[in-house]
């Protein structure tokens, strides 16, 4: 069964750091581009980063610049966020897609996560 499972979530104060992680199970992530997403409460899902299948490039929503960096390891078969100097307004359910388009638009994924939950909160 063709699975991608998403950790790394928790809870975390304003400023800190987590990487979330990931990973695919019954399929190569060689193939497909990635991407992050997540979904608050009472809002719209909405893309956070993406990568190319080759890791050539990458893009991120401005209200994340400069703040998450996205990775690959095609080796560990799994795909990085990490997230640093984090805001209350970064909490939300955190998803990893994956596809053969590397977009912010959440229409076009092939597959999906169950999601991570991500809070920022002192």
């Known amino acids: 069964q063709s699975q991608l499972v998403e950790s790394g979530g928790g809870l975390v104060q304003p400023g800190g750091s987590l990487t979330l992680s990931c990973a695919a199970s019954?399929?190569?992530?060689?193939?497909?581009?990635i991407g992050w997403f997540r979904q608050a409460p009472g809002k719209e899902r909405e893309g956070v980063s993406s990568?190319?299948?080759?890791?050539?490039?990458?893009e991120y929503a401005d209200s994340v610049k400069g703040r998450f960096t996205i990775s690959r390891d095609n080796a560990k078969n799994t795909v990085y966020l990490q997230m640093n100097s984090l805001r209350p307004e970064d909490t939300a359910i955190y998803y990893c897609a994956a596809g053969r388009w590397a977009t912010l638009s959440p229409r076009v994924w092939d597959y999906w996560g169950k999601g991570t939950p991500v809070t920022v909160s002192s």
């Open positions: 019954g399929f190569s992530l060689d193939d497909y581009a």
């Open positions: 990568i190319t299948i080759d890791g050539a490039r990458t």
